[in-house]
């Protein structure tokens, strides 16, 4: 009895210190309270509490800003730790819109692993910070992307033209030059969502004519039609995320839509990519995936050999042959995570795709081919050989378009080719007339 009762008395104290133990971890020990601790305001010491941005319009509860104080609601005037410096500058309040709607994670985690998501069963990690810039695809489009070619003549129009001069870009340009060669002209870095003046080039050509000297006269002039109709393109496609147009446009010339869907579009071979951005880590393969075994990294080695990372992958390996594609292709992927929202924020761009049916691809020939054919036939247009595929057929081979109308090229892209893996490509989810 005695014996029973030391063993009651010892458990009891062991369960008490843990308890103890618990109370002083929970309340003085936490990571986040260790950073409040550190933070200082206006009127003195940053009070240590739970802290947490709710937007219910987006289905967000985020604690993130318990750590991160300075990028929640009013707390901008914080200032101790680094972790406590407000967000940097973007289109969306983080104060508003949180933070895991962008950036992925746990929104309700209180412990660095827990929220960055890095932890075992969490399906949606953060996103690593070179590939911020994919959390745009929770919620936007990006319409009217045309193919690689004429997306870089764009960019270099608009530079050649000396637009930077007075405008700014996703933080470049709009400084005021030695001798008057520039001007505070209007960001035009979401011109893409926002829209812009259509009559802007008659307006520019007014105010030169009006003026004698300075930035009108100096760094303006007349601009050919080629190059208007470059420039619409360019500020048609302005979404104020570097880099991520541009990997659009890079995806639109490698045939990704000759067997995948896109929002409804494209071919019945291969998965739907519309939500390929949130595939589960947990769930994949990484074992033949260099690098860590982050979402990024296996969508890149999945491009380059898909047999090797998906047995038994009727994939061809993506015909990119610069290294810089291939990671473009892989970033453009996994932006590809867009969410049912609230109508209060759905942006204009994906308004008009999924109200008034606008294609998020140019319809110009360069661009349909690259988005619909190349990934068969070639970016050249003389077929594909790869090991253990049918061989793809060249539709530039002189001796083929020498006798080839152009009714039965459009009649075969119409209809197909029976017996073949060419599809029709005049149906609901493919190519209008």
Known sequence: ?????????????????????????????????????????????????????????????????????????????????????????????????????????????????????????????????????????????????????????????????????????????????????????????????????????????AKRAEAKSGPWRDAFGPISPLDLALLRVYLDTRMAAPGWVEAKSVFLSSGCLGCHKLSGVGGDEGPDLTLAGLKDPGRLDFTHVAGKPVLENWFREHLLAPASVVVGSQMPPAAVLEERELAQLAFFTLSLRRRQLNDAYVPRDRMLATRFGRREFARDGATL????????????GLGRRLPGHVSFPSVANPDFLEIASEEFLKENIRQGRPGRRMPGWLKEDGLTE
């Open 369 to 380: 081919y690259g988005a619909f054919c190349a990934g068969c036939h070639g970016d050249d």
């Open 1 to 205: 009895m005695r014996k029973n009762k030391l063993l009651l008395l010892i458990s009891s104290a062991g369960a008490l210190a843990l308890l103890v133990w618990a109370a002083v971890e929970e309340n003085f020990l936490r990571e986040w309270r260790r950073i409040q601790a550190q933070g200082r305001t206006e009127e003195g010491p940053l009070r240590v509490q739970l802290r947490q941005i709710v937007n219910r319009g987006l289905g967000t509860k985020d604690r993130c800003v318990s750590c991160h104080v300075a990028m929640g609601p009013g707390e901008q005037g914080v200032g101790g730790a680094p972790l406590l410096k407000p967000h940097k500058p973007v289109v969306h309040d983080p104060a508003e819109f949180g933070c895991t709607v962008c950036h992925g994670g746990q929104g309700q985690a209180t412990e660095k692993a827990d929220a960055h998501g890095r932890v075992a069963f969490w399906p949606e990690p953060m996103l690593e910070k070179e590939t911020t810039y994919a959390g745009c695809g929770t919620c936007h489009i990006t319409l009217g992307v045309p193919e690689k070619n004429r997306m870089k003549a764009a960019v270099a129009a608009f530079e050649r033209l000396d637009c930077l001069a007075c405008h700014r870009v996703d933080g470049r340009g709009g400084t005021i030059r030695p001798g008057g060669g520039g001007m505070e002209g209007p960001d035009l870095s979401r011109t893409g969502i926002t829209g812009y003046d259509p009559e802007w080039y008659a307006k520019h050509l």
